[in-house]
């Protein structure tokens, strides 16, 4: 399946929109200033599917994305799509003139956290402002050109695309740092596909609740998928927002949802008392 229109976390030159533009080159972009709105515009049909970041491999899940889905925003994952993160500092070509040091910083909070280490040491004193997204930090210097001397944490896209001047490649602190997206569509037997990109393998993720909240409980789910050999690749615990206490359970298991075990399997859950939603089935792909 290639999308005809994509919607995506914007504005232009996000990470989310590089990984839109590497792998589905031929479709046209929307920009969506946030998260939920990138996905309700997929509900509600204004594009056909979305493109949204999902973990961080530094700083973890994104929590938006993962509570949207699951308490108001119920689409498919039909796709998986895995970028290497390169950040750089970026500044306005006026300060290349000027000069002097920085006073503030401007990006989205999981971009500054990446570079913690390199702006301590560089720029102790310099003021931390989180935004939107990357793209919308480099946007702000190239709109505003602030009095103050400031900079943007971004990538080469954002660069190119606002016209500024990169002041410091690579200043992430890890050099294994990437993102995970995840694809939306209404329709779960959309699965994309590329001709460029060679497939790691399909991946099926359930959201699972607990039967009871006894000793041991958790156990049983994981004996379910233990006994029968199905590898996950992921657990991850969110609040069910309806009490203290009360969580559900993202499991991604890294088999095809036709694999003779999964289905067997997802009745053996029932029958423990959980409660078992098919979240998606899908390709996962890595993107250079």
């Known amino acids: 399946m290639k999308p005809s229109q994509i919607g995506f976390l914007g504005p232009k030159a996000t990470f989310t929109d590089l990984a ?38 530094i700083e973890g899940s994104v929590n938006v994305t993962l509570d949207y889905l699951i308490h108001d925003c119920p689409l498919p994952i039909v796709g998986e799509l895995t970028i290497p993160i390169r950040q750089h500092l970026l500044v306005h ?45 480099a946007k702000l ?52 596909q590329s001709e460029v990109y060679e497939s790691s393998g399909e991946k099926t993720t359930l959201m699972v609740t607990l039967p009871t909240d006894h000793s041991g409980a958790l156990h049983q789910v994981l004996s379910v ?5 199905l590898n996950l690749s992921k657990i991850e615990s969110r609040p069910m927002k309806t009490g203290l206490g009360n969580y559900f359970f993202i499991i991604d298991v890294n088999e095809e949802m036709n694999h003779p075990l999964i289905p067997p399997a997802i009745e053996e859950l029932e ?11 899908y390709h996962s792909y890595s993107i250079k």
């Open 141 to 192: 210097i190239s709109d505003h050109r602030l009095s103050k001397k400031a900079a943007c944490i971004a990538n080469s896209l954002a660069a190119k695309e606002y016209k500024l001047a990169v002041l410091q490649e690579d200043i992430h602190d890890y050099d294994n740092n990437h993102t995970k997206f995840i694809v939306l569509h209404r329709d779960q037997n959309k699965m994309i």
């Open 20 to 57: 839109v533009t590497k792998f589905f080159p031929d479709s046209e972009k929307k920009a969506f200033a946030t998260i939920p709105e990138c996905m309700d515009a997929v509900l509600n049909g204004s594009v056909e599917a979305a493109v949204v970041p999902l973990e961080n491999a």
């Open 271 to 281: 029958s423990l008392g959980s409660s078992v939603k098919i979240l998606g089935k």
């Open 225 to 229: 998928f233990a006994w029968r050999k």
């Open 93 to 137: 070509t006026d300060h290349l003139k000027n000069g002097g040091e920085l006073e503030v910083i401007y990006s989205h909070s999981h971009a500054i956290a990446q570079c913690h280490k390199y702006l301590h040491t560089h720029y102790p004193e310099a003021v931390y402002e989180p935004t939107s997204s990357t793209a919308a930090a």
